[in-house]
């Protein structure tokens, strides 16, 4: 409990600037052919919304301290009128927060002007780690709002909060890393958890894959709700085809995308290897 008190109090910024470090690096050193400009240039652009990320925690800090704050005060929520195990309390919130997420991404997928803005980090076509700080800074704000509203109804603590950002950052980078993970990865804990194999297909263009595999932490989600698919990750083709060009990965794009009216690019075939 000790070491995990101290993990907590790493500014989360620094955790991911470490990420990025050992990750481009990683990919660098392994991944070959490699075009070192273009690979920089994406990083660029991926840290620039990280810099927006950075600047809005405070924000999100104001909103998740308000919140637990609420909940602890008033003892609210589920967790605070019945007696459990205060391990048990911790372990089943940061499946709860990931359950939050789960549906909160599900309806990014659903609702047309929530895709506006989830579908810039859907857009990139050359996904690597730094994919994973590619997200438009409102999501950030909607991630968190559903995470508190089930830790108020549970009556959740903070520290799930805390542990569930702990491993959603490194999770993040191993799920977007261009590394290739052996398939035999898959078969440990791939019925509870999300494998990076299980995010690309996420990230596949055609959007019968696109809409599946929507956990963050857990792939149980998925496999509960009926939206897990699979696609061997070589046959992927990442990103979305109305967003194909240099011009239109521009950070200068990207960030203005979800006020322009672009049309989604369906493939109308039904898809193979449905499972
Ligand atoms: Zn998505
Ligand atoms: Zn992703």
């Known amino acids: 409990m000790e070491i ?5 109090t ?34 660029f652009n991926s840290f620039l919304f990280q810099l927006i990320a950075i600047f809005m925690g405070t924000l999100l800090g104001f909103m998740a301290i308000t919140t637990f704050d609420f909940i602890s005060q008033n003892e609210f929520g589920l967790f605070n009128w019945v007696q459990i195990p205060f391990w048990l309390k911790i372990t089943v919130g940061v499946f709860l927060i990931d359950f939050a997420d789960y549906w909160f991404h599900r309806f990014d997928h659903k609702i047309p002007i929530l895709w506006r803005f989830h579908r810039v980090h859907h857009s990139d076509t050359s996904m690597d780690a730094s994919t994973a700080i590619r997200t438009f800074p409102t999501e950030l704000i909607y991630f968190t709002f559903g995470e508190l509203i089930i830790s108020v109804i549970f009556g959740l603590d903070i520290i799930s909060m805390n542990i569930f ?5 490194p999770a993040l980078f191993i799920q977007h890393t261009s590394l290739q993970y052996p398939n035999w990865v898959d078969k440990t804990l791939g019925w509870l958890i999300m494998m990076p ?5 996420h990230h596949e263009q055609d959007q019968f894959y696109t809409d599946s595999n929507y ?7 998925d496999r509960l709700f009926g ?17 194909e060009g240099n011009k239109k ?8 995308s ?18």
């Open 10 to 43: 790493i500014d989360p910024n620094h955790i991911v600037i470490g990420l990025i470090v050992v990750f481009f690096s990683l990919e660098m050193a392994i991944i070959r052919p490699i075009n070192f400009k273009g690979k920089l240039n994406h990083l």
């Open 227 to 243: 939206t897990f698919k699979i696609k061997p990750v070589n046959e992927i083709k990442y990103g979305l085809k109305e967003f």
């Open 258 to 275: 979800p006020f322009i009216n672009i049309k989604r690019v369906t493939n109308k075939k039904p898809a193979p290897n449905k499972v």
């Open 165 to 169: 950002l702990l491993i959603l950052l």
């Open 197 to 201: 194999n299980f995010h690309k297909v």
């Open 4 to 8: 995990i008190n101290q993990l907590l």
């Open 215 to 221: 956990g963050t932490l857990f792939i149980l989600w």
């Open 249 to 256: 990965q521009s950070f200068a794009y990207l960030i203005k």
